[in-house]
């Protein structure tokens, strides 16, 4: 395996395995929750450090994970005394807990080979050099074969609890009344958010990991309607981002995990302004279409109302105050909508259509009237 | 018939044989707290199979925190409910419930169909998947509700009214045998309101019990044919023609009594709903 491969590899695998579960922290609104975890393994990752003296070991990920787990625990246990609300919960919770994670590296760091930057940023770059020789054989990279379990159980994990995850992700109440246990699967998703985060640090670190767990899935929830493809979507956008990121870092020569989060950062933005239903762009003009749509309806109930069924489009400025450009727009769609005809001396004329269209909206608009009591 | 002896011990597991007289929902001497402020305090009634209840008092009584109670979903301090004379946990699989509309996020994801499978999930078990059976049932209750078009609409793009028809078309798909609904009529229009009202006698027909949290005191005579008046402590329960009366209103609303009791009042004194 080439080094650039295992580097692409193994950031393509930490975008896959935080994607999975960043999809169902988004849609729980948990993003902070995800946030925190991400800073709050550290002094578990130091500390299991300290007995294994390995990153990555199967002892190390589960013990660093439990640190999660406690996170969670500890703000649900904090918000629930009603004392402070939940997210001033998660902001005292975990900068205590990170900050044990930094005291405790900096406390040994002439010791061990452990320093800070390699934990809050990451160290993609050597990740090729640190392999597994099981026999005399090399395996290939560590941190490969990590990533790939740890996004293989994240896989198998939403697989096999789809729908458990889904109503109590959805209706957390329902999940409960139907015996679905929404506490425990919260639960379960809070450990697999940990032990992705454990595993992730070392290739994008501690800090940027939750731009992989939120980004991707945020990016998604933008593109469909449909769960399963928010969540296929998201490692597809992952992926591209790690791998643009990756490529972008090369040819600038930029910090890789960097590179790769502001990757992860530049696709949202791209998506939020540009998704074909739920982005900025599509939006506005979806509006604008309903506003121009709109204002053809007033004018023909209008025409009907007063009983002119023919309007010089010169008026329309006068009659309405709309702008030259908006009345010309309106005119264009009614023509469309054959709601109107345009005879030769550019006088709007009712059609049949129109007349009927006049009708239903007087009936809408009365309707909405005596419901607004 | 023979007279059976009243007395206060719970039914026993032999008390099979006299099922009809077994009352579908029981509270006895139920207390819900936060902490140490009570919400609930102290409320017994025992209601009969195959009616509509209506759950009505003023904002704050408790009134989503008794089903919610009910249901296990909230820690109960003292008392305790049966379920046709078993705890809820052991009834699961014949409650449907309907929380408040606004309970849920209406922009996750997914389709009407697909809300209306969740309410099938208790019964499909753990792990394994709705299949074809799940999704016909589904469907059905769907068109029940007179929303097989909207089987596949994403849900954030049904109107209020439609999305409360969801839910309900959820709960009819667990064809349970009794019903706990939070203010299915809350916020819904003239067409869902009547199709709501139209559903309720329905399952009453079939047998069912439906216990509904209701705000319109209007309509609770139209609807319902027993009611449950909570204020912090228990006012009354029983038939409407019995308990729906000025005195219980007042007793319930106290000085809250706005132009909407009155003119309840002023329905009951005209002797009911044809007045």
Redesign the interface.
Known sequence: MTPELAIILTACLTATACAIVGTFLV?R?MALIGDAISHAVLPGIVIAFFFTHSLNSLPMLIGASLFGLVTVALIEALSRTRRVAEDSAIGVVFPALFALGVLLISQRAGQIHLDTDCVLYGDIAWVPFNTIVVGGVNLGPRSVWVLGAVTLANLLFVL?????L??S???P????????APVLIQYLLMGAVSVTTVAAFESVGAILVVAMLIVPAATA?LF????W??LTLAIVFGVLAAVSGYFFARAFDFSIAGAMALAVGVWFTLAWLFAPRHGVVAQLVWRARLSVRFAGELLVAHMADRNEPSLPVRALAGHFRWREWFGRLVVRDLLRRQLVRLDKAEVLLLTETGRQLAREFGREASAANS?DR | MTPTPQTATPPTSTAAAQRPSTPAVEVHDFTVAYHTKPVLWDVDFALPEGKLVAIIGPNGAGKSTMLKAILGLVPVSAGWVEIFGKPAREQRSIIGYVPQRESVDWDFPTNALDVVLMGLYGRVGWIRRPGRHEREKAMAALAHVGMADYARRQISQLSGGQQQRVFLARALAQEARLYFMDEPFAGVDATTERAIAGLLRELRERGRTVIAVHHDLQTVPQYFDWVVMLNLRLVAAGPVEKVFTADNLHATYGGRLQVLTQAAESLLKKGGPTG
Not at chain 1, 160 to 164: M, R, S
Not at chain 1, 173 to 180: D, F, V, Y
């Open positions: 849609l609104k096999v609890f789809w729908k458990e889904k109503i992700t959805f209706d109440e329902l999940a409960a009344a139907l015996g679905l929830y469909t309607d449909r769960l493809l928010m419901h």
